[in-house]
């Protein structure tokens, strides 16, 4: 069964400074997402990461999978007030579409 | 634009009512779509797998009789939350995959239900 854990939980930071959050997961995960959520808010799709090595980048983000540590990160650059909101990674298996979650990094980027 | 549809957005209700939230999938079809809930602050947990034109499958410790799935066009799921109580408030969020899109899902907009 895939469990996955992110840590942070909860992390405060400045604008402009670096961080990381990291997923690790359980068993081998054919794919490891990554979600955003505003409060109230549905899912916003960040990355789709498929396989060993991958990188995708999309302006202050990047994210990063090893599988073999099975580990992914999503790391913020420069982070800004925008960029304030909860973070999801997720894995699935087996091929399957169904979706098995962290628990959620909730980032606060202060002025 | 969005890609899937959800509603309502929010809904209010009695003990002991039911209520219907529907998830469309736009400009294309879905065989499979995905019910997840979400408590506050908490992580979203899958409920249920619809699949259209047969049984939906549920995840262990779901109640199917209390969460009926119906899917019946490739474009729409519907999640009736039967005989409501205070304990099913909770944010219901459904999935779906676009063919075209690649490896991405995408969800609907989510519905708070709040039963009083």
């Known amino acids: 069964e895939l469990k996955v854990e992110q840590n942070p939980l909860f992390l405060s930071m400045q604008e402009g400074k670096n961080y990381t959050i990291y997923c690790n997961y359980s068993?081998?995960?054919?794919?490891l997402y990554w979600y955003r959520q505003d409060p109230g808010k549905s899912l916003e799709s960040l990355f789709v990461?498929?396989?060993?090595?991958a990188v995708k980048q999309e302006g202050r983000l990047m994210a990063s999978l090893d599988t073999k540590a099975r580990l992914s990160t999503l790391h913020i650059t420069a982070a800004v007030h925008d960029l304030s909101a909860t973070y999801f990674c997720?894995?699935?298996?087996?091929?399957?579409?169904?979706?098995?979650f962290g628990k959620g990094t909730k980032l606060t980027v202060n002025p | 634009g969005a890609v899937v549809s959800q509603h309502p957005s929010w809904v209010i209700c009695k003990s002991g009512t039911s209520v219907k939230i529907e998830c469309r999938s736009l400009?294309?079809?879905?065989?499979?779509m995905f019910w997840y809930r979400q408590f506050p602050k908490q992580s979203l947990m899958l409920m249920a797998t619809?699949?259209?034109?047969?049984?939906?499958?549920?995840e262990q410790g779901v109640e199917k009789d209390k969460f009926l799935i119906n899917h019946a066009s490739l474009t729409l799921s519907t999640l009736t939350v039967t005989s409501a109580h205070p304990e099913d408030s909770s944010f219901y969020i459904c999935?779906?995959?676009?063919?075209?899109?690649?490896?991405?899902?995408?969800f609907g907009s989510g519905t708070q239900l709040s039963v009083l």
């Open positions: 997720a894995g699935s298996q087996g091929g399957s579409e169904k979706l098995v």
């Open positions: 999935s779906v995959r676009a063919v075209t899109s690649g490896e991405k899902l995408f």
């Open positions: 068993t081998t995960s054919d794919r």
């Open positions: 400009d294309f079809q879905a065989t499979t």
């Open positions: 619809s699949n259209e034109g047969s049984k939906a499958t549920y």
């Open positions: 990461l498929l396989s060993n090595g």
